[in-house]
């Protein structure tokens, strides 16, 4: 492991460490995808089995957050069996300076959102690589595409001005394939993303599109691990 890697693992962990941190008992928690909500999750779970930590339920937004949190003991329920969810904690590809975001680098942003926009808090944990000034300079957006839909909707992307590509699996032939069984559009618009809450809405309201990484307006709160002096700080945005 490089010493890059050990630093940007350090800071996913701590700002993970730091939103656990802010979960009370009796909550009902988002529980977000990707390798820093993981920390969050695992760290969670040490609450739990402290005895700092009591009573929460989790709902989870991806199989993977399932079986993490089933091995660290968090107790999960679902979005049908509750009336509100107090704190959804997640991650994200690009934050840019209004707090909208790119997600779905883990293809999980469909239950992603839905658990954010339910959510009375929103909190986004990120390592500094992931601020941006404009969003889709450097991450492409995800887009999640019904597959008897792909040709049509790549089409009607095209007539955007996007360039789609459908993401393929590693360690598997063929294309990724998300938790709802569906395919991913990775897009990039050639100048960035000039009004992210118009191309919300326009992706949506193409046929076969279940959902975008665009996430706009939903962020309360972003906690940023970044290393100041040589020693990993948190900043809150
Ligand atoms: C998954 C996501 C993740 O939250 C996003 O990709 C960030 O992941 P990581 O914390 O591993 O960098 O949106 O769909």
Known sequence: MSAELDTATL???????AAAARVQSGSIVGLGTGSTAAFMIQSLGNRLKSGELKDIKGITTSFQGEVLARENGIPLTTLNEVDHIDIAIDGADEVDPQKNLIKGGGAAHFQEKLVAA???????IVDSS?????????????VEVVPKALNPVSKAIEQLGGKPQLRMAVKKSGPVVTDQGNLILDVKFENGIDNPAELEKTLNNIPGV???????????LVLVGEVVDGKPVIREI
């Open 130 to 142: 992931k601020l941006v000034n404009k969003l889709n300079l450097g991450f492409l957006l995800p």
């Open 210 to 220: 279940l959902e975008n990484g665009l996430f706009v307006g939903l962020t309360d």
């Open 118 to 124: 339910f959510a009375r808090q929103f909190i986004v």
């Open 11 to 17: 800071m996913k962990k701590q700002v993970g460490e």
